[in-house]
Each structure stands twice: as C-alpha cells, then as structure tokens.
C-alpha cells in the first residue's frame, strides 16, 4: 500500500493562528482525501483534492501529485479546528492513512 | 440524504465471545468499505463490498472475521472468539462506483472493548 507520512504530528496553536499541515505519499495517486476526525471519533470529509487547490472557508488544500505531497491550510483558527486531521491518498480504492496531526487550539 | 450510520456505537464484551456489528451506508451508494482504527493510529483497510459481492479483503482480516452484505444494501461484520487485540475503533464507509467524486463517507464507528 501507499506509505504516508504526515507532519508535524502535534500542533498547538493560540486561537486566531494560521497553520500548515503536510502529508508526503510514496506512491502516485488518483484520489486524496483530508479528514478532521472529531473527538468522538467521527471523520469528517474535509476535502476531496487528487490534485490542485482547492479553498472551503478558513480551510484550502493543495495537492502537488507529481511531487507526491499535501498541504492542508487552516486559517483564523478556532477551538472547534481541535482534532485529528488525517490525509488519506489512494491509487486504487483503498484509502490509507497517516497517523494524522493532532491540532490543539487554545482560546 | 442521511449518512452512513453504524450500530452498536459502542460494545464491550469479554474474550472468547463473538460480536457482530452492522453499518447502513448512503442509499444508493453500491460500494461498502470496513476499516480498523486503533488508539493513536489512522484508519487501516479491511475490506470492501461493491453491491453484494465482497472484492477484497486485507491479510489483517483473520478466519475469525467475516463480512457480508447480502442484499448489497447493510452490512454486518462478525469476529469470532475476540480477543484483547481486537479492541479497536470499527469504521464503515461509502460511495458510489460511477457517480463523482469518488469520496469515501464514513459512518461514526463501534468501538469495541474486549476485556
């Protein structure tokens, strides 16, 4: 399967912050998912983002396939941004996953 | 359009017992995907279903496990005589082969404790 590496894996932030979550791949990709994962453990589609950026509110992704990387954008944070976030790329159906970067935002 | 939707949310059971836990995906989605989360890991693939026909499973689902989606709308997943390492987050998903994207939904789990 595709190895993922995400960075970095603890992130604290003061509320009002902006940060910047990456995901490396090791494989080429046709599908990418970034996930906010809730404390209750609920995953949250985030973006669906193969390729190019894309911008949904305080959150944009970019995903650079041909260098195999992904960045997930968080502006304005919020003590609600808190959690897990997961980038999950896929060449086939199968999704796999990193061990996510687990964000603490601080009012 | 409701989500995917998981029951039990929660089951703790003892070692040796069988469990069974079900997922219902997004109507009209005809793909079905199990993962298996543990604490402090992503998500990690088990298997999947397109309509009623289960199309691969991964080399981490033992004899003790079994999947089946009869009817190619729920599905159930059973583990047999559980044990202590099965304990774990229980993750169902789905889409639809042909209608775009190809986004995966997830359901909100079983967390399964095995004492």
């Known amino acids: 399967g595709i190895q993922v590496e995400q960075s970095p894996p603890d992130l604290i932030l003061q509320e009002g912050a902006n940060s910047t979550l990456r995901c490396n791949f090791s494989?080429?990709?046709?599908?990418l998912q970034w996930f906010h994962q809730n404390p209750w453990g609920q995953l949250i589609n985030l973006f669906y983002?193969?390729?190019g950026t894309k911008q949904n509110g305080r959150l944009s992704a970019t995903t650079v396939a041909t260098e195999r990387y992904s960045l997930l954008y968080i502006s304005s944070s919020q003590t609600t941004d808190s959690g897990v976030y997961f980038c999950?790329?896929?060449?086939?159906?199968?999704?796999?996953f990193g061990a996510g970067t687990t964000v603490t935002v601080r009012a | 359009d409701t989500g995917v939707s998981q029951d039990p949310r929660h089951k703790i059971t003892k070692r040796g017992q069988n469990v069974t836990f079900r997922c219902d995906p997004i109507s009209e989605h005809n793909r079905l995907y199990w993962y298996r989360q543990t604490l402090g890991q992503g998500p990690e693939f088990l298997t999947y279903?397109?309509?009623?026909?289960?199309?691969?499973k991964s080399r981490l689902l033992s004899d003790r496990f079994s999947a089946e989606r009869p009817k190619g709308s729920f599905s159930t997943l059973e583990i047999q005589r559980t044990e202590q390492g099965d304990s774990a987050m229980y993750l169902c998903?789905?889409?639809?082969?042909?209608?775009?994207?190809?986004?995966?939904?997830f359901g909100p789990g079983t967390r399964l404790t095995v004492l």
């Open positions: 983002i193969p390729s």
């Open positions: 494989d080429s990709v046709n599908n």
């Open positions: 998903a789905s889409n639809h082969q042909l209608t775009g994207p190809d986004t995966q939904y």
């Open positions: 999950a790329p896929t060449n086939d159906y199968k999704l796999s």
């Open positions: 279903f397109q309509n009623e026909a289960q199309l691969e």
